[in-house]
């Protein structure tokens, strides 16, 4: 069983920049492909941004391409959601997620929720104009 645990959310201004953490309770953390995701009020969950396991090759969606970047630290079993130029429609409850981490090939469907198996309770972002 893998634990995640998101932090980072709060209260920010249009414009502010956000650091998200993830932190994944597993042995071999470098195994696992990881992705964040968001879910607006009254919106279905969207992807964000995924990363492969080395931390190599990334995706992200259009809406944040350019503002936000995710990044891993396999050492500290974390991954990272760096949020810049944060806008009001960024408003979402964050969430990570992970595969069972044991994937041979990163790729597209690493933009969709299928690959991924286990999920965290969520992080509140909210930016205010």
């Known amino acids: 069983q893998v634990h995640l645990v998101e932090s980072g959310g709060g209260l920010v201004q249009v414009g502010d920049s956000l650091r998200l953490s993830c932190a994944a309770s597993?042995?071999?953390?470098?195994?696992?492909?990881m992705g964040w995701f968001r879910q607006a009020p009254g919106k279905e969950r969207e992807f964000v941004a995924s990363?492969?396991?080395?931390?190599?090759?990334?995706y992200y969606a259009d809406s944040v391409k350019g503002r936000f970047a995710i990044s891993r630290d396999n050492a500290k079993n974390t991954i990272y959601l760096q949020m810049n130029s944060l806008k009001a429609e960024d408003t979402a409850v964050y969430y990570c997620?992970?595969?069972?981490?044991?994937?041979?090939?990163?790729?597209?469907?690493?933009?969709?929720?299928?690959?991924?198996?286990?999920w965290g309770q969520g992080t509140q972002v909210t930016v205010s104009s």
């Open positions: 997620a992970t595969d069972d981490g044991s994937a041979t090939y990163y790729g597209t469907l690493y933009r969709t929720n299928l690959p991924y198996k286990y």
């Open positions: 597993v042995r071999t953390f470098s195994t696992y492909a």
């Open positions: 990363i492969d396991w080395s931390g190599d090759s990334t």
